[in-house]
T-cell receptor, first 116, second 116 residues
């Protein structure tokens, strides 16, 4: 069955530290998509990245980077030199190509607190 | 910019009341979704719709119904609200173009519903 696990419920770091948020997924589909969303205190989920199952290249966007490893079914997210504005709940999600609902299967989220 | 709006940020209702949560998107998206978000559970899909007047059950449809009379509007209805429906409700939309599982969903700010 499809599943997304974010084992870290809450992480607290001091500003400027690097932090990695873990995401492990399960799927039987060979074509799938992985997403990361950020939910700041305002509540609205903000899309960060999408990665398809055929593209294992890591991606970097400013202070954000993502490490996709099919061998370990993981799609981890690293924030370099964290800032207070990075404080939010981060969700990893999975979408399977066979599923006509196009639904996202979400992990339980990781709350990141960046202290000044 | 994609805009998904929800009728209320906060709502307090009494047990047994009929509750309407409204969602409107302005990007002509075919797909619309209703999720509920609970601590430790992430987001779970209640219902979705891929066209006007079309609706499909998600993972937790019990106690809910939906209506989509116009493409831009998707309503979630709690026929008789109960205390276990106290939650954050998030609406989302996405384009229905080919490769639909690939398309990110855009979220509204959420409605925090409390049922007393």
């Amino acid at each position: 069955a499809q599943k997304v696990t974010q084992a870290q419920t809450e992480i607290s770091v001091v500003e400027k530290e690097d932090v990695t948020l873990d995401c492990v997924y399960e799927t039987r589909d060979t074509t799938y998509y992985l997403f990361w969303y950020k939910q700041p205190p305002s509540g609205e989920l903000v899309f960060l990245i999408r990665r398809n199952s055929f593209d294992e290249q890591n991606e970097i966007s400013g202070r954000y980077s993502w490490n996709f490893q099919k061998s370990t079914s993981s799609f981890n997210f690293t924030i370099t030199a964290s800032q207070v504005v990075d404080s939010a709940v981060y969700f990893c999600a999975l979408s399977e190509a066979w599923d006509s609902s196009y639904k996202l299967i979400f992990g339980s989220g990781t709350r990141l607190l960046v202290r000044p | 910019d994609v805009k998904v709006t929800q009728s209320s940020r906060y709502l307090v209702k009494r047990t047994g009341e009929k509750v309407f949560l409204e969602c409107v998107q302005d990007m002509d998206h075919e797909n619309m979704f209703w999720y509920r978000q609970d601590p430790g559970l992430g987001l779970r899909l209640i219902y979705f719709s891929y066209d006007v007047k079309m609706k499909e059950k998600g993972d937790i449809p019990e106690g809910y119904s939906v209506s989509r009379e116009k493409k831009e509007r998707f309503s979630l209805i709690l026929e008789s609200a109960s205390t276990n429906q106290t939650s954050m409700y998030l609406c989302a939309s996405s384009t229905g173009a080919s490769g639909r599982a690939n398309n990110e969903q855009f979220f509204g700010p959420g409605t925090r519903l409390t049922v007393l």
